[in-house]
């Protein structure tokens, strides 16, 4: 653009304007550019006050403002985004979330994609702080925060551990189990391995203690079902394939019983007292499946704690064991 009589100066971000053919409105123009500048940062508010009168004056001047009207757009979208900050940085986050959601709009309007991108990242997880920030007090308008970060940001991990969290605490198992299993999946996808760990801990941790209540009331069905999802997320608890073992023997399901009650020897970190439950259990499968040598194996190494007795009568009563 080809300025005929406006020549500015700027020096430490103010404007001088040396020359006295410049129109009365122009010379408003830099004061109000000026005075913006000398607000930048004791007052962000004054100053985007200021470079808004500052353009509304280059509009009115013309082609000659054209660069102090630059200037001023140049200025706004980072003032915005100091008065969001500030926001955050005093918790005051429902009134952040508006003023990031207008730093976007002012950074789109002026093409500074630098710090539209910042405001545009900074607002889904404005949206899951607040929906943590209800999990106790209102669980419904949580989650409703909760969406709002995810549709914002498919990928943000934690929002979802939130949402099972919370479904959780309503007892609401299906939402739970969807909720965390896709905490799992982006969690994955998004190498926030962190997270999907702490969904599936959540998980194992859940069936398990379902399992064991199950187990305590004589519904093996609802037990075996409690173990086997703890199992499908990751356990590895001994106690976990100890218990499956047991419920696959009163089944009849030697083989699986022998294949789960090693996985269970495998993840026991004790000594022979605390593996002779295991091999206890494990000769038992193997008596239902006819390898008495196995089984003799296996009671031999139960001979221990609780399960002395027991083992000493299965090898030297029923086997009799070499």
Known sequence: MKYKQLFLIIVSGFIFAPFTGISQTN????????????????????????????????????????????????????????????????????????RFKKTEEVADKYNNNSIQAKANKIVPQLYMVL????????????????DIAIELNPNLTKAYLSKGLIYKGLGDEANMKASLSKTIEVGFASNDIETANKAEQVLRTFFFNNAIKSLQAGNMAEAEAGFKSAVEYGSEDPTVYFQL????????????????????????????????????EMGNAYIGLGNNSEACIAFKKALFGDYAEGAKYQINEVLKCD
């Open 131 to 146: 929906g943590n920030s209800l999990m106790k007090q209102n669980p419904q308008e949580a989650l409703e925060n909760l």
């Open 27 to 98: 010379n408003d123009a830099i004061s109000a550019y000026n005075e913006g500048a000398q607000l930048i940062k004791s007052d962000p508010g004054g100053a985007i006050e200021a470079f808004n009168k500052c353009i509304k004056l280059c509009d009115a001047v013309g082609d000659e403002a054209g660069e102090t009207r630059v200037l001023a757009e140049t200025q706004l979208p980072g003032l915005f985004y100091k008065i969001a900050m500030e926001s955050y940085k005093q918790k005051k986050i429902e009134e952040a979330i508006e």
């Open 245 to 280: 073992g047991k419920i696959y023997n009163s089944n009849k399901q030697y083989d699986l019983a022998v294949k789960t009650l090693k996985r269970a020897e495998g993840f026991e970190k004790g000594g022979d007292v605390e593996k002779a439950g295991i091999f206890y």
